[in-house]
């Protein structure tokens, strides 16, 4: 009996990886037209037959997808919770899941974990922020990439984000609504550009307001450190009536260093942050707050890969979730002093 063709068989023939000849003739990305145009005449030269439709579907494997990562991202209980989502959806779907954190050595030296560099994965999930070149380099491996609450104009991959600016207006506008005008915001815009749009919300909303943004007020490299947040608000000649800071961190630590210098929030000067995460819920009192849906990260980041693997060519998508206000004891209407 004739023996029947493999794909190892072509491989071996072609002195090339067996992976590289699977993407070749089911017409995946990850191989140059040059080597598929090669290994479908070698293929037919060599009596490969290609399988039927039921067993081609029956042994096809499940797909890989890589979620990856900085190590202090994974370290966060924020990201920790958008990372249990995306593993909850991809096991949902069947895929197996390869998940890296990336350290600041691998960054630096634009180092990949093994099962993107050797294409096993078939597509990248990127969590937050690694580095713009880091990123970069992931994407020239031509794996179907999505980032998760990141985004550059530098690169060219799908995204999953939080809608920022609207969520920032919305939260400065409730703040307005309270007759606030003295309103200060806090946050560093250079470390995210998620941090940068809510900046950008915070100026919108005060714009068609007609509030003329306070320099002394603005805080935009504020680190995220309660010494540093009091200093700023020990250091103020005039103090603003509202607050509005750019993650539940920082709603923290301003909310606690304000009372610690005599302050009564919200009687006396409120506080609005973003995020919804731990901090805004044990906070004294309770921080109102822009929530996000964190499960739907996950869900959509997963659908977008899918998406990208029937669509190979079509313009890269950035879809943007959602955000609602929560309102807490933390803010009120501006005192009559």
Not at 125 to 140: G, M, N, R
Request: charged share 25%; with cysteine.
């Amino acid at each position: 009996m004739k023996k029947r063709v493999t794909m190892q068989d072509i491989a071996d023939r072609l002195n090339i990886s067996k992976n590289s000849v699977s993407q070749a003739l089911r017409g995946k990305e990850g191989v140059s037209e040059e080597t598929r145009q090669l290994v479908k005449r070698v293929a037919k030269e060599m009596g490969y037959e290609y399988p039927s439709s039921r067993s081609k579907h029956r042994e096809e494997p499940p797909k890989q997808i890589a979620l990856i990562a900085s190590d202090r991202t994974f370290s966060l209980k924020f990201f920790g919770d958008i990372y249990l989502s995306i593993e909850q959806e991809a096991l949902s779907c069947g895929m197996k899941l390869h998940i890296q954190s990336i350290n600041e050595q691998q960054k630096q030296q634009l180092l990949l974990p093994s099962f993107i560099e050797e294409k096993v994965v078939d597509g990248v999930v990127i969590l937050s922020h690694i580095s713009t070149e880091y990123i970069q380099k992931v994407v020239s491996t031509g794996i179907p990439t999505v980032l998760v609450d990141h985004h550059h104009p530098n690169i060219s991959a799908d995204a999953v984000l939080t809608n920022n600016r609207f969520g920032a207006y919305v939260a400065v506008q409730h703040l307005l609504e309270l007759n606030h005008t003295d309103i200060a915001f806090v946050g560093d815009i250079d470390y995210s550009p998620s941090y940068q749009e809510r900046y950008e919300g915070y100026l919108l909303a005060l714009k068609d307001y007609g509030v003329k943004p306070n320099e002394e007020w603005i805080f935009c490299h504020a680190q995220e450190d309660e010494t540093v947040i009091a200093n700023y608000i020990r250091a103020l000649k005039h103090q603003p009536t509202a607050w509005f800071c750019v993650n539940d961190g920082l709603g923290f630590f301003v909310s606690t260093s304000l009372q610690h210098q005599g302050l009564n929030v919200p009687d006396d000067v409120s506080v609005c942050s973003f995020d919804n995460g731990q901090l805004s819920q044990i906070a004294t009192p309770k921080i109102t707050t822009v929530d996000i849906d964190l499960k739907r990260y996950g869900k959509r980041a997963v659908e977008l890969l899918r998406w990208r693997w029937d669509n190979p060519n079509e313009p890269f998508q950035e879809v943007l979730l959602a955000t609602k206000l929560i309102k807490r004891e933390s803010t009120a209407a501006k005192p009559t002093r």
